[in-house]
Nanobody, 118 residues
Framework: VQLQASGGGLVQAGESLRLSCAASGNTGSIIGMGWYRQAPGKQRELVASMTNGRSTDYADSVKGRFIISRDNAKKMAYLQMNSLKPEDTAVYYC?????????????WGQGTQVTVSS
């Protein structure tokens, strides 16, 4: 299973970016997909996640600014990031939770850098 994240870049505060994550391979039955981020010197944290039932969860710091969406048929997840702030600067990782052979599995993408200048 591979997760390919893309869409990161360098933007100014207040601008927007859209991240994409494409899953390929035998993922099994996908339970949910999400985005995490890790800033230098900090722990990886949940940014947003969406279950198959379209239930979403957002970090308090991004509520009202970021929107997660999924295309289940294409095994894609997206993160629309609006009104970006310098504190959003981090490496963003795509995450996929699935059930395969009666076991829960977690997969991670390689990360995409988001840098927001003030």
């Amino acid at each position: 299973v591979q997760l390919q994240a893309s869409g990161g870049g360098l933007v100014q505060a207040g601008e927007s970016l859209r991240l994409s994550c494409a899953a390929s391979g035998n993922t099994g039955s996908i339970i949910g997909m999400g985005w995490y981020r890790q800033a230098p010197g900090k722990q990886r944290e949940l940014v947003a996640s969406m279950t198959n039932g379209r239930s979403t969860d957002y970090a308090d710091s991004v509520k009202g600014r970021f929107i997660i969406s999924r295309d289940n048929a294409k095994k894609m997840a997206y993160l629309q990031m609006n009104s970006l702030k310098p504190e959003d600067t981090a490496v963003y990782y795509c995450n996929l939770a699935a059930e395969l052979s009666n076991r829960r599995r977690i997969y991670w993408g390689q990360g995409t850098q988001v840098t927001v200048s003030s």
